[in-house]
């Protein structure tokens, strides 16, 4: 298996642009994770799905950030509208079940100008 | 609140040299407790991770221990090589959820 699979790895924006950030997890993983991090903050939980169905959002900072997972090998994470302060390196993971996340993708680094 | 706390921030040790990395906890009700390492650039990697129920979990040169009374987990590292350079994260589970540490830099020097 390729691991977790995230693009793009690297994505630069101007401020008040919608970014789409994807996700494949590993074949055979039902929950998925999505994590920001930070220097300022470290890392953060914004959201995981299990069976497809979003099962806690609390860490989403705001109504500008927003999930999906429509099928079990695919999942966005949509911004609309980026501001310079979403600049950070957004991680996804999978896992077989649980709060757990045992395998995460590379990453994609995200700069808001 | 859950504060997870990682001391220090950045370590420097020669090779072959035994050591420990810290992670303490504010709430003792947690679930588990689980070690990362993340290479600059890369995601995190699973070490370790100890049930509420267990004390200690090993692999290989890694020994994690948890002290739940004391909010405390340690990361015991054997006979470190120039490899183990890495940050090395902890993170706990518990009602309020998953709450991560801010990490500890080690460089290993050859």
């Not at chain 1, 642009?17 to 993983?29: A, D, F, M, N, Y």
């Not at chain 1, 609390?58 to 950030?65: A, I, L, N, V």
């Not at chain 2, 890694?62 to 004391?70: H, I, P, R, Y």
């Given at each position: 298996d390729a691991g977790v699979i995230q693009s793009p790895r690297h994505e630069v924006t101007e401020m008040g642009q919608e970014v789409t950030l994807r996700c494949k997890p590993i074949s055979g993983h039902n929950s998925l994770f999505w994590y920001r991090q930070t220097m300022m903050r470290g890392l953060e939980l914004l959201i995981y799905f299990n069976n497809n169905v979003?099962?806690?959002?609390?860490?989403?900072?705001?109504?500008?950030f927003s999930a999906k997972m429509p099928n079990a090998s695919f999942s966005t994470l949509k911004i609309q509208?980026?501001?310079?302060?979403?600049?950070a390196v957004y991680f996804c993971a999978s896992s077989l079940?649980?709060?757990?996340?045992g395998w995460f993708g590379p990453g994609t680094r995200l700069t808001v100008l | 609140k859950q504060e997870v706390t990682q001391i220090p921030a950045a370590l420097s040790v020669p090779e072959g040299e035994n050591l420990v990395l810290n992670c303490s906890f504010t709430?003792?009700?947690?679930?588990n407790l689980q070690w990362f390492r993340q290479d600059p650039g890369k995601g995190l990697t699973s070490l370790l991770l100890i049930q509420s129920s267990q004390r200690e979990q090993t692999s290989g040169r890694l020994n994690a221990s948890l002290d739940k009374s004391s909010g405390r987990s340690t990361l015991y590292i054997a006979a470190?090589?120039?490899?183990?350079s890495a940050t090395y994260l902890c993170d706990s589970q518990g009602a309020q959820k998953l709450v991560f540490g801010q990490g500890t830099r080690l460089t290993i020097n050859p």
């Amino acid at each position: 298996d390729a691991g977790v699979i995230q693009s793009p790895r690297h994505e630069v924006t101007e401020m008040g642009q919608e970014v789409t950030l994807r996700c494949k997890p590993i074949s055979g993983h039902n929950s998925l994770f999505w994590y920001r991090q930070t220097m300022m903050r470290g890392l953060e939980l914004l959201i995981y799905f299990n069976n497809n169905v979003p099962i806690d959002d609390s860490g989403m900072p705001e109504d500008r950030f927003s999930a999906k997972m429509p099928n079990a090998s695919f999942s966005t994470l949509k911004i609309q509208p980026s501001e310079p302060r979403d600049s950070a390196v957004y991680f996804c993971a999978s896992s077989l079940g649980g709060l757990r996340a045992g395998w995460f993708g590379p990453g994609t680094r995200l700069t808001v100008l | 609140k859950q504060e997870v706390t990682q001391i220090p921030a950045a370590l420097s040790v020669p090779e072959g040299e035994n050591l420990v990395l810290n992670c303490s906890f504010t709430d003792s009700a947690i679930y588990n407790l689980q070690w990362f390492r993340q290479d600059p650039g890369k995601g995190l990697t699973s070490l370790l991770l100890i049930q509420s129920s267990q004390r200690e979990q090993t692999s290989g040169r890694l020994n994690a221990s948890l002290d739940k009374s004391s909010g405390r987990s340690t990361l015991y590292i054997a006979a470190s090589q120039p490899g183990d350079s890495a940050t090395y994260l902890c993170d706990s589970q518990g009602a309020q959820k998953l709450v991560f540490g801010q990490g500890t830099r080690l460089t290993i020097n050859p």
